[in-house]
């Protein structure tokens, strides 16, 4: 049996229980109050009316202190017992799999319950579940992406973090919190080290000893749960088309009927649930926000809701509202600096059908890109979304754009041409 209790995170409901304490407050003072009028006759007034403010004041503070306890461990945990039953009707378990899941190794229990922690405290220790509340608040406010509940048992080797899919592995790596992380090392380092690759850094990551890296070194450092946070964050947008659920657009179509009725009656009453969630997922893999929800259903609607998700997504990053969105996310100073695909590439890749055909693609862009590094590539609207499709397993942090998508008056730089 793990030792770890399996934890549902819950973001919305942190006061519940409020009207349970309030209801059992009302109880007792009018059970009080009947015992004290019964009693009347039988005291003097001063009497009464001490013991009247004593009691109140004895119930009043027990029940500030009862909802303050709640309060407080629900905002340090962020997290409520598996009990909960989601929007669904019943748990994530119930089905059998989630549709995110965590997996830490023992010596990373800390990181979410203090009572593992040896005697060395670590600022990290019972913050993870917190950094998940982060995660998900995060999203919303930068994309409009609410992710489900995240699950967090204990499974696999000591130090090992497992991030599952519904039930697929997306991401498997090693954290030391005792340790802290650094992207390099001091000339003739000669003290222990772990060396780490991690999806998130385009070069690999070294977890050392605070104390055996001097205070004026200059370097990156993090600790594990930034390493968690920003795994965790590439894998939910990355699996946005898995994680997406037909359920929350549902959930959306009726907070658009209900606060834009004139809008919502002006769309076509049989639209497709499944296919604005792959146009949605669509956009959130490729970083573009979803928060205007009532423009891109209105834009599903004028441009076909029996088209195609894929084409349906170009045509509504093409449109005037994302343009402006793409262009201030990858611009610097009014400018972009991409690798921008020649005419021969351009034909290489309308032509390209088989896997032979589109690892030649790849190995030619190998030969100029970085994989795990962060580039911007742009190209003909007619190949992007091809191109995006054929580099997104290899180059996972490379962003594929058209000219199109980019406002006019942004300058281009060329780094190289492929």
């Not at 599952?164 to 003739?188: Q, T, W």
């Not at 977890?207 to 964050?233: G, T």
């Not at 956009?283 to 929800?293: A, G």
Request: charged share 25%; aromatic share 12%.
């Amino acid at each position: 049996m793990n030792r770890l209790k399996n934890y549902d995170y819950d973001l919305i409901k942190e006061l519940s229980g409020f009207k349970i304490y309030f209801v059992q407050f009302l109880i007792c003072l009018t059970f009080t109050l009947a015992i004290l009028f019964i009693g009347y006759s039988f005291i003097s007034i001063k009497i009464f009316y001490f013991l009247l403010f004593g009691i109140l004041f004895i119930y009043t503070a027990a029940i500030i202190y009862s909802i303050n306890t709640r309060i407080c461990a629900k905002r340090l945990t962020g997290a409520v017992e598996s009990s909960f039953k989601n929007k669904y009707g019943f748990s994530n378990s119930a089905v059998g799999v989630d549709v995110i899941k965590i997996t830490i190794g023992k010596n990373l229990l800390r990181l979410v319950d203090l009572s593992y922690s040896n005697e060395n405290y670590n600022i990290q220790d019972g913050s993870l579940l917190c950094f998940i509340k982060l995660l998900r608040d995060r999203l919303i406010y930068l994309s409009g992406y609410i992710i489900p509940l995240i699950r967090v048992i204990e499974s696999g080797q000591n130090n090992e973090c497992r991030i599952y899919v519904r039930g697929n592995v997306k991401a498997a790596f090693n954290v030391y919190p005792e340790l802290i992380c650094i992207d390099k090392l001091p000339d003739n380092f000669d003290k222990e080290y772990k060396e780490e690759n991690y999806v998130i850094l385009d070069k690999p990551a070294y977890w050392v000893k605070a104390d055996d890296i001097p205070v004026s070194f200059e370097c990156n450092r993090c600790n594990s749960l930034r390493i968690i946070f920003e795994i965790l964050m590439f894998i939910c947008i990355k699996n946005a088309d898995e994680i997406l659920q037909i359920q929350d657009i549902k959930k959306l179509l009726k907070q658009l009927k209900k606060n834009y009725k004139e809008e919502y009656n002006c769309l076509n009453k049989s639209l497709d649930c499944g296919k604005i969630k792959n146009v949605m997922a669509n956009l959130i893999k490729e970083n573009i926000s979803v928060k205007d929800f009532v423009n891109i259903i209105s834009l599903i609607k004028e441009y076909g809701i029996e088209n195609n998700p894929d084409y349906l997504s170009e045509k509504i990053r093409n449109n005037n509202t994302f343009r402006d969105q793409i262009t201030q996310k990858y611009s610097v100073n009014g400018a972009i600096n991409a690798y921008l695909i020649s005419e021969k590439t351009t034909q290489k890749i309308q032509k390209a059908q088989s896997y032979k055909e589109e690892k030649e693609i790849i190995e030619e862009l190998e030969r100029k890109i970085s994989k795990n590094s962060k580039n911007i590539i742009i190209c003909n609207p007619d190949i992007r979304l091809k191109l995006f499709k054929i580099i997104n397993e290899v180059f996972v942090k490379t962003s594929v754009l058209s000219y199109s998508e980019i406002l006019k008056s942004t300058e281009i730089k060329a780094r190289d041409i492929i």
